[in-house]
Every structure is written in C-alpha cells, then in structure tokens.
C-alpha cells in the first residue's frame, strides 16, 4: 500500500468516526426535545476540529513507522487524488446549494449547519473511497 494510499484511509475512517460521534453526542444531548433545538455548535466546532488533528498525527505517526517509504508523489498519485477530489466535490456543491435554499426559506440554523456538515462529510467519504477504489484497480476510463 503506498503512502498515499494510506492517507487516503486514514481520511476516509477519521471523518466517518468523527461524524458519527458527532451524532451521537447531539442525538444524546436532544433528550426526547426536538433536534432544532438541541445545542449543537460546540460538539460540531470539536468534531471537525478534531477531525482534523486527529488526521494530522495519524499521519504522522504512519510516516514515523515507515521512515523509509518513498513520500514522492508521482503522476498516478496526482491524477488519483485529482480524481478522488473531483468526485467528493459535487457533495460540497450540494450542500452549499441545500444550505442556501435553506436559508432562504427559513429553516432554523440547526438544519442549515447539520446539511453543510453533513455533505462535507459526504465530500471526503465519497473522494476517499474513489481514491482507495482506483489504487485497488485503475483510473476509470471514459
């Protein structure tokens, strides 16, 4: 598995476990009220927070493990997460598109943020599973 590879993994798990503790801790907090109303920013601010740092030393500990491994991108390593980019990309768009008829019809701030979140998160599954499916197999070719 190369080094890319593994940081497409890596990715992949740290934003559906980050998410999904997400959700459990707001489901948790809504205590049978409904979700609208349940307090939400801090537990979203954490979680794509350390979403993030907990990407950051993952990867750094896969580099320390395997100080010898080759970390030069080539051209593959390029198209591949060119690729994976492109694909995750149409989540984002669609929350931004959600996110603005949402606003523009009223919705509470809760949906708005949840949706945005939510296909952020759809953005790095989906790329991350398009860039570990071509490492498995090849580039698509249309």
């Keep these: 598995m190369t080094h890319e590879e593994k940081r ?37 601010l954490w979680s794509v927070g350390g979403a993030v740092a907990a990407s950051i030393l993952a990867e750094v500990v896969m ?41 523009m019809a009223g919705w509470e701030r809760f949906w708005i943020a949840n949706a945005v979140y939510l296909c952020f998160v759809l953005s790095a599954v989906l790329g991350g599973v398009a860039r570990i499916v071509v490492y498995r197999r090849s580039m698509p070719e249309w």
């Excluded at 994976?84 to 989540?91: E, R």
Aim: proline share 4%; glycine share 10%.
């Design 8 to 44: 497409a993994w890596i990715r992949l798990v740290v934003s559906v476990v980050a998410y999904g503790a997400y959700a459990v801790i707001v489901a948790g907090r809504a205590g049978g009220r409904p979700l609208a109303e349940t307090p939400y920013e801090a537990a979203l």
């Design 63 to 103: 580099a320390a493990a395997n100080p010898g491994a080759s970390r030069v991108r080539d051209v593959r390593d390029r198209e591949i997460a060119r690729f994976g980019d492109h694909v995750g990309q149409a989540f984002v768009v669609i929350g931004a598109v959600a996110a603005m008829l949402m606003a």
